[in-house]
C-alpha cells in the first residue's frame, strides 16, 4: 500500500511539474510571437490597457461635445478596440465625413487599448457659446498611469507609460477647416493659422511633456476664442516611438513582497517592452 502511495505520488509530481513545462512553453511560444509579429509589423509592438476620455465643464458654461476620428480604428470594425493610425498621407471630406460624435457612456469609442508605440488617437472637442465670445482654456486635470512590474535599475522609480505619451493639439472655427483639418491628421497642427503656442517650425509641440507621478493640471490650449459658430479643438493621443522613451532589460528580482523588472534607459539598444500592459486614461480633460 505504502509503495502504490508512493508510485501515486510521484506521478502526480511528474503531472505537475510536464502541466508547467507545457505552460512555460506555451507563454514563451506567445511572447515569441508577439515579437516577431511586433518586429514585422510596427517595430517594437506592444499592448497597453486603457478607458474612456472624461470631459467636465470647469466654470466654462461654453457648451461641447466629443468626438472621435473615424481613422483611429485604422480601417478595423467598429466594434473592435481602436489601435490609433501611423500617419495621413492623403485626406478628403469635412469635419462630418472624418468624425463621430461620442455617444453616452460608451468608453469603446474612446479606448486606448489597441495602442502601440508609434501610433496616434485623434479627438475633436466641439465649443459654442451662444452670442457672446469668451476665451477658453483646455485643460488635462488628471490622468491614472500607474505602475506594474517595470522599474528603473538606478532609482528604483516605477516606468510609467505616460511617460511615453505625447500630446498634440490646435484648434480652428468651423468656417476655417477646409484643407486645414487635413493638414492637422498629417502635421498635428495646422500651419495656415500659425497657432504658435502649439507648433514650432510648423510641427506641432508636445504639450504633455509629464516626466512625473503627479504633474497636476496640464494646459494644453490657452485663449480659444469660442462663440456662436462652433469652434474644434482637436488633441492627438500619442504613444511615442522616439528613442528617447526606449528602456533595456537588466535583470528581475523576485522577493516575498514582489517581483519586479529592472530596465535602464537606452535610446540605442533598448525598446517599449518595459510599457507592456501598462495603462493611461485621462480622467478628466477640463474646459474653463
Known amino acids: ?58 466654470g466654462s458654461a ?10 483611429n480604428f485604422d480601417g478595423r470594425s467598429l466594434d473592435a478596440d481602436p489601435h490609433g493610425y501611423l500617419s495621413v498621407s492623403s485626406f478628403s471630406g469635412g469635419f462630418a465625413d472624418n468624425f463621430t460624435r461620442v455617444t453616452g457612456n460608451d468608453s ?14 485623434t479627438y475633436a472637442l466641439e465649443l459654442i457659446n451662444g452670442a457672446e465670445t469668451k476665451d477658453v482654456t483646455i485643460q488635462i486635470g488628471s490622468f491614472l498611469s500607474e505602475a506594474g512590474r517595470a522599474y528603473k535599475a538606478n532609482s528604483q522609480e516605477p516606468i510609467l507609460l505616460s511617460y511615453a505619451i505625447d500630446v498634440h493639439c490646435d484648434y480652428c472655427s468651423l468656417s476655417e477647416l477646409g484643407e486645414n483639418l487635413g493638414d492637422y491628421l498629417g502635421n498635428e497642427c495646422f500651419p495656415e493659422l500659425s497657432h504658435a503656442a502649439q507648433s514650432e517650425n510648423g510641427v506641432a509641440k508636445d504639450m504633455f511633456n509629464v516626466s512625473t507621478q503627479n504633474p497636476g493640471v496640464v494646459t494644453l490650449i490657452q485663449n480659444v476664442e469660442v462663440g456662436a459658430t462652433p ?12 528613442p528617447s522613451t526606449y528602456y533595456r ?4 528580482v523576485e522577493t516575498e513582497d514582489y517581483s519586479r523588472d529592472y530596465y535602464l534607459s537606452d535610446s540605442e539598444n533598448g525598446n517599449s517592452n518595459c510599457y507592456m500592459d501598462l495603462g493611461f486614461q485621462i480622467t478628466e480633460m477640463m474646459v474653463s
Do not use: C
Open 231 to 242: 469652434v474644434y479643438v482637436f488633441f492627438t493621443v500619442i504613444f511615442s516611438n522616439a
Open 108 to 121: 469603446h469609442q474612446t479606448s486606448s487599448a489597441g495602442l502601440y508605440p508609434g501610433r496616434r488617437l
Open 62 to 71: 461654453v457648451d461641447f461635445s466629443l468626438f472621435y476620428y473615424n481613422g
Open 1 to 58: 500500500m505504502e509503495k502504490d502511495d508512493k508510485m501515486a505520488s510521484y506521478r502526480e509530481r511528474i503531472i505537475r511539474k510536464a502541466a508547467t513545462l507545457i505552460g512555460s512553453v506555451l507563454l514563451v511560444g506567445s511572447v515569441l510571437a508577439t515579437s516577431a509579429y511586433a518586429w514585422f509589423s510596427a517595430q517594437r509592438q506592444v499592448s497597453m490597457t486603457g478607458t474612456e476620455i472624461v470631459v467636465s465643464d470647469n
Open 249 to 252: 532589460f537588466v535583470n528581475t
